[in-house]
């Protein structure tokens, strides 16, 4: 099948059933994804399809054809998104695993959310656990994203 | 006065010239290192890696880590420590993983390993002393160069500066390399510190969000394959029957191999080995587990509990007093298994040649990794080689003293006589045992006139984790697992009690068990912060008076309470209508930490809005860091504290991921301040002491609201 990552098209040979998951990550390298349980119960593997954040390891790859899947890799090379920026201003980050799914979740509230509330955020972050525990600075550095995409 | 360090003497720092060009700091083994010194005769390889500081011709200075990453930031505060003697360009530094060698061993445990939250404690002379050195030497060098004195040189910001004239210290590193060794080092006093005690931000923010940070599942290499692996349901079950027919047809699939911990479907990526597994028709053995019940297990508990038990500790008579008193307060507390579900599920890649053996690994615990694969494999430690990637998340679960999931990946590799990464499931995980034990204490206690208390008798019952280990020895004094019984038997409340006891029974079940972060602290500061807290209200005192009390002579407690009373206002605010507060401090690895929740009951859930905390850690060498650290070890308790828990039913752990193995999200979150108390003591432990808390202050806040003493975790409040 093919499947355009990022603005690339890629070939790739698969199931139709192999969840987008994983043939992003063992078919055609974007590692940046990441599997924490593979049930839509931890959000790490959260992906956009035409900017819509799905749940790669349920979302079967044969479903992201002929849409635009972007990954954290496709969001900025160089850490120059405004949601990168307050990620790093706040410094959030402690073991990183999660932290892919939760800067894509963050990037679609946003984008429906420019100016989200606590509860919005709660709403659409509840979704991507942290065991690190980062959730305090996750909810204060997207309301810092929020104000950086304004300015 | 500034601490004169002389090298010499010590003979641990050496500098090197690097290939290529450059000035190598790198330590020699201390001989007395049991582990490494092991290694070390065994050890014919003409190199053996040693370097934690590498300064190059380009002015890049880079800091191997003795340490692991998992989120704790010590790939920022280890360099700050080097960069703070060195007085280096910060922009400069560059961060690597060191790989498994005796050099790199734990100057307290010696062998090489992250855990017992004392990275910073037992790093803080080395790195700084190894950034010292760097510096005396460029500036020697510098001197010569100039011809100038060396006290006529000074350092800033990676060049040697004397009167107008400069040099770079990439300039600088082909002479220094060649210089005879410093006969000592100093090292800067805390009042010119210009890094430690002020916030760094990380360094490994960059990597961490933009999908480039290499955790050990990304490992990719040709060749390199990837294996599940279906492991007995039941503890101590083993293989009967294999029937490998329709996994072999799943596409993908490449083999099908017995492993001693069960059956690897080893295939082209991971969905093709899962899907393969699924397939797999397997007959096991029960084993003796086949009966595992924990409900069972805990009368069992309850009934030791009951019985005479080793003696840890006493002073006077508690029995006598107890016999003799009128009222005694008698409570019974439970905690339950919990997996650690690290974020990352556990995986390691390895690649066995006929000389050597590679590994690519998040790991808590390199020498045991490095021993194991040596002995699987028949080559010698020192020929396997340990990648440490990223971890995402340890929590202890990566540090297992057999290193079991290092031990199975290499068994699957040399099976399949190819490079494998075995990957876990979640399912694997919470199902795959190592766990925080169930524990159950049974406390009587009297209180004396003054209702402070006059008699204690503790009895502990739950499993030892160094039991059975190689750390047994080291670790278990007659009988006793010291991690069984840390923060009840040391505890600073029981040293103000005439007559106490505590008594100890290890039961052993079958379920493999492991620390989880704060070890035995999880359960003990629960039982003993919640019943301090009890006493307090019968004894009709307000529980922060009542800790000051019998707190009195332990300054560092001390100091944490009244900083979290003070920051949450404690005798001049109220908490809004329908909230309470309760209180806990506890110490644990060396540090001390109190924390104050503001909860309240929403649809008879506990809701928890606020925690202020207070740490005493010595010096804080990255504050923010600190704060972070707080943060997350109340995350990570409150999950406990409200939601985890693991059951056994014949035999079988009853949950299997986040949908039934709950951990705290992100809208359960409290508002965390965290605040950090002044001192100049040196470093002492942050990454765990902040879980310990965070229990008893919930349940405590619990007791104010509804009167409801809650004393089984997870607390669940009845309606
Ligand atoms: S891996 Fe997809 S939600 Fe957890
Ligand atoms: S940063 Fe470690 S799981 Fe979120």
């Given at each position: 099948m093919k499947l355009r990552v990022n603005g690339s098209e890629h070939e790739v040979t698969a199931a139709a059933d192999m969840p987008l998951l994983w043939v992003l990550r063992d078919l055609i390298g974007l590692t940046g994804t990441k599997f924490g349980c593979g049930i839509a119960q931890c959000g790490a593997c959260t992906v956009h399809l035409d900017g819509a954040p799905v749940r790669s390891c349920v979302t079967p790859a044969s479903a992201a054809e002929g849409k635009a899947i972007t990954t954290i890799e496709g969001l900025s090379a160089d850490g120059s998104h405004p949601v990168q920026r307050a990620w790093t201003e706040i410094d959030v980050v402690q073991c990183g695993y999660c932290q892919s799914g939760q800067i894509m979740s963050a990037v679609a509230l946003l984008a429906a959310k420019p100016d989200p509330s606590d509860a919005d955020i709660d709403a659409a972050m509840s979704g991507n656990i942290c065991r690190c525990g980062t959730y305090q600075r996750v909810r204060a550095a997207v309301h810092k994203a929020a104000e950086l995409a304004k300015s | 006065m500034n601490a004169v360090i002389p090298t010499s003497r010590r003979d641990f720092l050496k500098q090197t010239a690097l290939a290529g060009g450059g000035l190598v700091i790198a330590f020699v083994v201390p001989a007395a290192n049991r582990f490494a010194h092991a290694q070390e005769t065994a050890a014919a390889a003409p190199f053996v890696p040693n370097a934690f500081l590498r300064i190059a011709a380009d002015d890049s200075i880079t800091v191997l880590l003795a340490h692991s990453e998992m989120g704790q930031g010590i790939w920022t505060s280890l360099p700050m420590l080097i960069a703070e003697e060195l007085d280096a360009d910060w922009s400069k530094l560059r961060v690597e993983h060191a790989p498994a060698a005796p050099a790199y061993a734990h100057a307290m445990f010696g062998m090489q390993m992250t855990g017992g939250s004392s990275t910073i404690s037992s790093e803080f002379d080395r790195y700084r002393q190894a950034g010292a050195m760097a510096r005396a030497l460029l500036v020697q060098a510098a001197a010569t160069r100039l011809g100038v004195a060396v006290t006529d040189c000074r350092t800033e910001s990676g060049k040697v500066i004397a009167g107008e004239q400069s040099l770079r210290y990439g300039e600088l590193v082909d002479d220094a390399s060649k210089l005879a060794a410093p006969a000592s080092v100093i090292l800067k006093e805390p009042k010119d510190w210009k890094l430690i005690g002020k916030s760094s931000r990380r360094l490994d923010t960059p990597e961490k969000i933009t999908g480039r940070a290499g955790f050990g599942i990304d490992v990719r290499f040709e060749g390199l394959l990837t294996a599940v692996v279906l492991r007995a349901p039941i503890f101590g079950g083993s293989v009967k029957s294999v029937d490998s027919k329709a996994a072999m047809l799943v596409p993908g699939v490449r083999r099908v191999i017995q492993v001693p911990s069960g059956v690897a479907v080893v295939a082209d990526h991971y969905w093709a080995a899962k899907l393969g597994r699924d397939a797999l028709a397997v007959?096991?053995?029960?084993?003796?587990?086949?009966?595992?019940?924990?409900?069972?297990?805990?009368?069992?508990?309850?009934?030791?509990?009951?019985?005479?038990?080793?003696?840890?500790?006493?002073?006077?008579?508690?029995?006598?007093?107890?016999?003799?008193?009128?009222?005694?307060?008698?409570?019974?507390?439970?905690?339950?298994?919990?997996?650690?579900?690290?974020?990352?599920?556990?995986?390691?890649?390895?690649?066995?040649?006929?000389?050597?053996?590679?590994?690519?690994?998040?790991?808590?615990?390199?020498?045991?990794?490095?021993?194991?694969?040596?002995?699987?494999?028949?080559?010698?430690?020192?020929?396997?080689?340990?990648?440490?990637?990223?971890?995402?998340?340890?929590?202890?679960?990566?540090?297992?003293?057999?290193?079991?999931?290092?031990?199975?990946?290499?068994?699957?590799?040399?099976?399949?006589?190819?490079?494998?990464?075995?990957?876990?499931?979640?399912?694997?995980?919470?199902?795959?045992?190592?766990?925080?034990?169930?524990?159950?204490?049974?406390?009587?206690?009297?209180?004396?006139?003054?209702?402070?208390?006059?008699?204690?008798?503790?009895?502990?019952?739950?499993?030892?984790?160094?039991?059975?280990?190689?750390?047994?020895?080291?670790?278990?004094?007659?009988?006793?697992?010291?991690?069984?019984?840390?923060?009840?038997?040391?505890?600073?409340?029981?040293?103000?009690?005439?007559?106490?006891?505590?008594?100890?029974?290890?039961?052993?079940?079958?379920?493999?068990?492991?620390?989880?972060?704060?070890?035995?602290?999880?359960?003990?500061?629960?039982?003993?912060?919640?019943?301090?807290?009890?006493?307090?209200?019968?004894?009709?005192?307000?529980?922060?008076?009542?800790?000051r009390q019998l707190l009195k002579d332990h300054p560092r407690h001390l100091a944490a309470l009244n900083l979290a009373a003070e920051k949450i206002a404690w005798d001049t605010s109220k908490p809004l209508m329908g909230r309470a507060r309760g209180i806990a401090v506890h110490e644990s690895f060396g540090s001390v930490v109190a924390e104050i929740a503001e909860v309240s009951i929403e649809r008879g859930q506990i809701r928890v809005h606020r925690v202020v905390a207070a740490i005493d850690c010595g010096v804080a060498v990255n504050p923010d860091g600190v704060v972070a650290q707080l943060e997350s070890a109340i995350a990570f308790g409150l999950g406990a504290a409200l939601y985890s828990s693991l059951s056994f039913k014949e035999g079988r752990v009853q949950e299997s991921n986040f949908h039934d193995y709950r951990v705290l999200r992100l809208s359960e979150m409290p508002l965390i301040e965290a605040h950090i108390v002044a001192s100049s003591a040196p470093p002492s432990g942050v990454g765990e002491p902040g879980t310990p808390p965070i229990a008893p202050a919930v349940a405590n806040a619990v007791a104010a609201l509804t009167g409801q003493r809650l004393r089984e975790l997870p607390l669940r409040p009845t309606a």
């Open positions: - | 007959e096991w053995e029960p084993g003796p587990n086949a009966g595992l019940d924990s409900e069972a297990m805990r009368l069992q508990f309850r009934e030791l509990a009951a019985s005479e038990g080793l003696q840890v500790t006493q002073a006077g008579d508690a029995p006598a007093a107890l016999s003799a008193a009128t009222a005694v307060l008698e409570a019974e507390y439970v905690v339950p298994y919990l997996a650690h579900a690290p974020m990352e599920p556990l995986n390691c890649t390895v690649k066995i040649d006929a000389d050597a053996c590679e590994i690519w690994t998040g790991t808590q615990f390199q020498t045991m990794d490095q021993m194991v694969a040596a002995q699987i494999t028949g080559l010698k430690p020192e020929q396997v080689r340990i990648n440490t990637t990223f971890l995402g998340g340890g929590f202890g679960r990566r540090a297992t003293p057999v290193s079991d999931f290092v031990t199975e990946a290499v068994h699957v590799a040399k099976e399949a006589g190819a490079p494998v990464k075995t990957v876990w499931s979640r399912e694997d995980d919470i199902r795959g045992g190592y766990y925080r034990p169930m524990y159950l204490h049974r406390a009587r206690v009297v209180l004396g006139e003054d209702g402070m208390p006059s008699a204690w008798d503790h009895s502990i019952v739950g499993q030892s984790i160094l039991a059975g280990t190689p750390f047994e020895p080291m670790m278990v004094k007659d009988g006793i697992d010291g991690t069984s019984i840390e923060g009840v038997a040391d505890s600073a409340y029981l040293k103000a009690v005439a007559n106490h006891r505590v008594q100890l029974h290890s039961p052993r079940t079958g379920i493999p068990v492991l620390w989880w972060r704060s070890v035995g602290h999880t359960h003990t500061a629960f039982v003993m912060e919640t019943l301090v807290d009890e006493l307090a209200q019968r004894a009709g005192k307000s529980p922060l008076e009542y800790r």
